[in-house]
């Protein structure tokens, strides 16, 4: 008997790809902890579960002692592992590629003052810290860090703790300044706390989180920008490596297999930045306000924010470091590539959607702003 363990939402974004595991005809029976009312009778998981293998999320050392024991074979599907006893491969979300995709974002949003909301007992934190920080220096930025160890408050108190700490740390935060949380839970908690410190989102602080969780995403208004979980890729996956591990393959302990994130959910948390110049607030505004379907030329865009061509030019390099072309076409690029990797649409449909002649020309395009085909930016799932 095979067994399934997790945490009941993060299961269920898995479990797509464990049955497309399951469809290329391997044969599971699978045992999982999910509520059910008591129309089933419960199962529980722990140290004494005597089975052939488990998905994990979570466990403790005690756990882990008596399942290596037994001979099961276990794949980890968390970034957190005991601090004493057996550990277990893993598979999950590339942490540090999530980093440096937030990090992409807010820095095209003109922005030059960065924050990260970090619980330094986690590792998944420290591991999306490091990329987003790691990105801003390439740029030239750094990040100001704030220290919620929320996972070391008492469950009874836990929630007025963050809610305190968060409030005084974000109170300081220069304006405008691109907030990036550690994951969707920590982003409703930051936009929370900025209203509490008189700050608005996204004109002051534009926040973004980790998993696009819909419930979290759409707890607080302005609704939350999130780096989207590649939950069905990493079912597969680790479905895949724990039938390979049953059936004999030797795995290193150690081994982590990393699945990228598959891209951002733009909600409202991001959507507008109030910037030092307002005639290059205008302007990018006005971009990414324009349908996708109606391409901006600078002719309109100057006459729409009352400013003349030489003026854009000139606060375009002095504010972004670029041109007004380059940050068009930016844009441009970032949505055809959600309507590509969102749809399966053919190129000829997808051009005649987004304004272009014809797939030749969207083609062109895209290779000319990203260096990839629209095949290769449609796989960045």
């Not at 599971?28 to 902890?33: C, G």
């Not at 050392?61 to 980890?76: P, Q, S």
């Not at 601090?83 to 937030?102: E, S, Y």
């Not at 740390?169 to 936009?191: E, H, N, R, W, Y």
């Amino acid at each position: 008997m095979r067994l399934v363990d997790w945490a009941q939402g993060f299961g269920n974004r898995l479990y797509g790809g464990v049955l497309d595991f399951l469809r290329e005809g391997h044969s599971f029976e699978m045992e999982f902890v999910q509520p059910s009312g008591g129309d089933l009778p419960p199962v529980v998981i722990d140290e004494r579960w005597d089975g052939d293998g488990l998905l994990v999320f979570r466990y403790t050392a005690e756990e882990a002692a008596a399942w290596k024991k037994r001979g099961i074979k276990v794949v980890n599907l968390s970034s957190e592992q005991p601090g004493k006893g057996p550990v277990f491969p893993r598979v999950t979300l590339d942490n540090g590629m999530a980093g440096a995709m937030a990090a992409d974002h807010l820095l095209g949003l003109g922005l030059r003052e960065f924050a990260f909301l970090h619980d330094p007992l986690r590792t998944y934190s420290r591991e999306r810290l490091d990329g987003f920080r790691g990105r801003l220096a390439e740029h030239g930025h750094e990040c100001r860090v704030l220290e919620i160890p929320s996972s070391s408050f008492p469950p009874k108190v836990r929630a007025r703790q963050i809610a305190q700490m968060a409030w005084r740390q974000m109170a300081g935060l220069p304006k405008p300044c691109g907030l990036f949380a550690k994951d969707d839970i920590s982003g409703v908690t930051a936009i929370r706390a900025l209203k509490q410190a008189g700050m608005r989102v996204p004109e002051d602080v534009p926040v973004m989180g980790v998993s696009d969780d819909i419930v979290y995403c759409h707890t607080t208004t302005p609704a939350l920008s999130s780096i989207r979980f590649p939950g069905k890729r990493i079912g597969h996956a680790a479905a895949e490596l724990l039938h390979g591990m049953m059936e004999g393959r030797v795995v290193a302990a150690d081994t982590r297999i990393m699945i990228g994130p598959p891209g951002i959910t733009v909600r409202e948390s991001t959507g507008r930045v109030e910037l030092a110049d307002p005639v290059v607030t205008r302007a990018m505004n006005f971009i990414r306000q324009r349908p996708l379907g109606e391409p901006v030329d600078s002719a309109t865009l100057c006459r729409h924010i009352g400013a003349s061509r030489e003026q854009v030019r000139q606060r375009f390099h002095a504010t972004l470091g670029r041109t007004l072309k380059q940050e068009i076409d930016r844009v441009r690029c970032e949505r055809l590539g959600e309507m590509l990797r969102r749809t399966d649409w053919t190129l000829e449909r997808v051009a005649e959607q987004c304004g272009f002649a014809g797939g030749d020309e969207l083609s062109r395009f895209v290779k000319r702003v990203t260096g990839m085909t629209p095949g290769e930016l449609r796989r960045l799932r």
